[in-house]
C-alpha cells in the first residue's frame, strides 16, 4: 500500500507496469540458468568426473613433482592423510612439509612418517617467509622457493592423496603447455564421522558449490579455489610467484585470476578432493562460511550480495513464486513446493553423482542437514554484512579492502606454551 502509493506520486502507472513486469520475469530467467547449471553439473559429474588420465596420457617420461602441504596441529584422519603422499607410488617426488610454530605436535608425527618412510624425500620447513599476510602462504613460500621441480602440487592438511589423482593432475597439466594449473573440486569424503555438521559440510561442498562450481568450470569460466591443484612453477613466477599473492587472503583468486588473464587454462581434475577432517562442527562451519562470505563480498560485492543470494533454492523459491503469481496468476505456494521438492532431488542426485559410492547417511539426514544449511545462510548473509571489512582466520584477526587487500589487525600465538 504505502510502496504503491509513494511510487504512484513519482511516476505513472504504465511505468510501474513496466518495472514490476521486469522484476517478475528476473527470477524466471534466473531459474532457468540454474535448472541449466543442475544439467551441466550433472553432465560434467557422468562425462569428466572419475574418468582420470594415467601415465599412459603423458608423453615421455613423467615429469618429477614437488608437494607442499602446509600443516598445523593434529586430528585424527591427519596421520592417514599424510601417510597417504609418503605412501604414492610415483617416480620423481619430493615432499615439502610446512610448519608455523617449532612447537607444534605435528613436528612429532612428521619425524615418524620420516623414520618410516626413510626412502621418501621428505624435508620440513618451520617457519615462513617474512612480509607475507595471508598466514598459509607465509608458511608455504620458503618451501615453495626451494621445490626443485616445475610441477608443485598444493595439498592443504585436510587432503588426502593417491596415485591416481597425482597421476591424472600431471598428466592434466602436461598435456597442453597453455594449460597452467589443474585443480580439484572441493568436496568433503569424511565418511567414517557422524554428526549432523559433517553432513551440512559434504552438503555444502556437493550441492550449491559443487553445482556452481562443476556447471561454471565446463563453461570456461575462472572458477578455482586453493584446496588442491597442481600448478606449473614456471608460469606461476611469471605473475609474481607464490609470495606475491600473499597480501590477499584470497590468494588462489587472484594467482588463478592472473594467470587465465595471461591466456593460461585451468582444468579441472577427474577426481573431487578427498578432504578428510575428523572434527566438525556447526559454529565452525558457519564461521569458516562468514570469512568465505566476506572475502568474496569485498572482491565481487554486486555478485555476491544480489546474485549469489538468487543461486540458493529458498530465496529464489520465494521470489519466483510471487513472479509466478504476479505474471499468470498461479498459487505461489504451490509453485513454491514444486520449486522446493524439484531443487531437492535436484541436490541429492547431484550429490550421489560427485560420491560416486553409496553416501553415508539415509534420505532423512540429508533433508536434515539440507535445511539446515539453508537456514545457516541467512545467518551467514547478516554476519557477513555486519562487519564485512574484518575477517577471522585461526587466532589472526584482518581487515580486507574492497578489491580484497588484506592487512593484519591482530595476532596471537598460533600455539599456547
Known amino acids: 500500500g504505502m510502496v504503491a502509493s509513494w511510487l504512484g506520486e513519482i511516476m505513472d502507472e504504465i511505468t510501474i507496469a513496466y518495472i514490476l513486469f521486469i522484476l517478475a520475469v528476473l527470477p524466471l530467467v534466473i531459474w532457468i540458468f540454474q535448472m541449466l547449471f543442475f544439467a551441466l553439473a550433472w553432465y560434467t559429474c557422468r562425462r569428466h568426473l572419475y574418468h582420470p588420465k594415467t601415465a599412459g596420457d603423458v608423453k615421455g617420461d613423467l615429469p618429477g613433482v614437488s608437494i607442499i602441504k602446509p600443516l598445523m596441529g593434529v586430528d585424527p584422519f591427519l596421520e592417514g ?103 580439484q573440486l572441493p568436496y568433503m ?36 579455489t586453493g584446496m588442491s591443484y597442481l600448478v606449473r612453477k614456471s608460469y606461476l613466477d611469471e605473475v609474481g610467484g607464490l609470495a606475491h599473492y600473499g597480501c590477499y587472503l584470497a590468494e588462489d583468486y587472484f594467482l588463478s585470476q592472473a594467470l587465465h ?82 531443487w531437492i532431488s535436484l541436490d541429492y542426485h547431484q550429490l550421489r553423482l560427485i560420491q560416486n559410492s553409496p553416501l553415508p547417511f539415509r534420505f532423512p539426514n540429508f533433508l536434515a542437514a539440507w535445511c539446515l544449511r539453508e537456514l545457516l545462510n541467512a545467518f551467514v548473509y547478516v554476519e557477513g554484512l555486519l562487519n564485512p571489512r574484518r575477517v577471522r582466520w585461526g587466532k589472526n584477526t584482518y581487515r580486507v579492502t574492497l578489491g580484497g587487500h588484506t592487512t593484519l589487525v591482530t595476532t596471537a600465538p598460533v600455539l599456547p606454551l
Open 189 to 224: 569424503m569424511n565418511d567414517g564421522v557422524g554428526g549432523i555438521a559433517a553432513t551440512v559440510e559434504k552438503l555444502a561442498f556437493g550441492c550449491n558449490m559443487g553445482r556452481n562450481y562443476l556447471a561454471l568450470n565446463r563453461l570456461g569460466t575462472h572458477v578455482f
Open 261 to 342: 588473464s595471461r591466456g593460461y587454462e585451468l582444468v579441472l581434475s577427474a577426481f573431487p578432493a578427498q578432504q578428510m577432517v575428523a572434527a566438525s562442527s556447526i559454529a565452525g562451519y558457519k564461521d569458516r562460511m562468514v570469512r568465505w562470505w566476506r572475502l568474496r563480498l569485498n572482491m565481487m560485492p554486486l555478485v555476491t550480495l544480489l546474485l549469489e543470494p538468487l543461486t540458493e533454492c529458498v530465496p529464489l523459491g520465494a521470489y519466483i513464486s510471487w513472479a509466478v503469481y504476479y505474471l499468470f496468476d498461479v498459487n505461489p505456494y504451490l509453485v513454491f513446493a514444486v520449486h522446493f521438492v524439484l
Open 81 to 183: 592423510n599424510l601417510e597417504s603422499h609418503f605412501t604414492l607410488q610415483y617416480p620423481n617426488l619430493e615432499l615439502l612439509l610446512c610448519v608455523q610454530d617449532e612447537r607444534d605436535p605435528v613436528i612429532e608425527l612428521v619425524h615418524k612418517l620420516q623414520t618410516r618412510f626413510p626412502d621418501v624425500d621428505c624435508q620440513l620447513f618451520v617457519g615462513g617467509k617474512p612480509g607475507v599476510t595471508n598466514p598459509m602462504v607465509h608458511n608455504m613460500a620458503p618451501a615453495y622457493e626451494r621445490a626443485k621441480h616445475d610441477l608443485v602440487w598444493v595439498s592443504t592438511s585436510r587432503i588426502r592423496a593417491s596415485t591416481a589423482i597425482l597421476l591424472d593432475l600431471v598428466a592434466s597439466v602436461q598435456s597442453d603447455p597453455r594449460v597452467a594449473i589443474c585443480h
